[in-house]
């Protein structure tokens, strides 16, 4: 049940865009994505709602398709800061209670 | 508080001793999540309260595990007889309740069985 991300692992350029994807086998209520950093905890970016609600940072973008139960994360003109581990967690029901995926490891180099 | 707290940020323990592991959320925020993180992995939900209740506890391992939220603030999650696969870091998590609401997370507790 747990969601799958890929890709595992991605190395960029400052300036240069990525997509991180995450995808269920259940049907979702909505899905979460988090970055953390090394030894720091887990920093909220966004919340995608079914029927197309979505909160979060103004700087990062992302799209939830209801129907594939699949969400991606956009990040453009990536930064140094950007750097981290992204992971999406997916919520079955109104909850709150996220199941995360293995996460997506982000490298931005100058 | 200005965040989410968790102590001890750290904790060496031998193997078959008991701990527990404190939590304390945002004021206010009536929902709060423990989780259970290993290295390189993502968070593993672990129970879920809403208010002073567990309103799910489907992820918690066996029954050395077990967590309170007595006043509907601070929670504990307390192991009993720890196992050296017990060791991860150990998340917890408060949001305004309901689903879809940002939660904010703690620094964790490292929890290492020796």
């Known amino acids: 049940q747990q969601p799958v991300q890929s890709p595992q692992a991605v190395i960029l350029r400052e300036g240069e865009d990525a997509v991180i994807n995450c995808s269920s086998s259940k049907a979702l209520y909505s899905v979460h994505w988090y970055r953390q950093k090394h030894g720091e905890a887990p920093v909220f970016l966004m919340i995608l709602l079914k029927g197309g609600e979505q909160k979060g940072h103004e700087k990062i973008s992302a799209s939830f398709n209801e129907k594939k139960q699949q969400s991606s994360l956009y990040l453009t003109a990536s930064q140094l800061s950007y750097s981290g581990t992204y992971f999406c967690?997916?919520?079955?029901?109104?909850?709150?209670?996220?199941?995360f995926g293995q996460g997506t490891t982000l490298q931005v180099k100058p | 508080g200005a965040g989410v707290s968790q102590t001890p940020s750290n904790k060496v323990t031998e193997k078959g001793k008991y701990v527990e592991l404190r939590c304390d959320p945002i004021s206010g925020h009536t929902a709060l999540y423990w989780y259970r993180q290993s290295l390189g992995q993502g968070p593993e939900f672990l129970i879920y309260?809403?208010?002073?209740?567990?309103?799910?506890d489907s992820g918690l391992p066996n029954d050395r595990f077990f967590a309170v939220r007595p006043e509907g603030s601070v929670s504990t999650l307390k192991i009993q007889r720890t196992e050296r696969g017990d060791s991860a870091v150990y998340l917890c998590a408060s949001s305004l309740g309901g689903g879809a609401a940002e939660a904010f997370f703690g620094q964790g507790t490292r929890l290492t069985v020796v």
């Open positions: 967690g997916t919520e079955g029901s109104n909850t709150g209670k996220l199941i």
């Open positions: 309260f809403q208010g002073t209740g567990a309103a799910d």
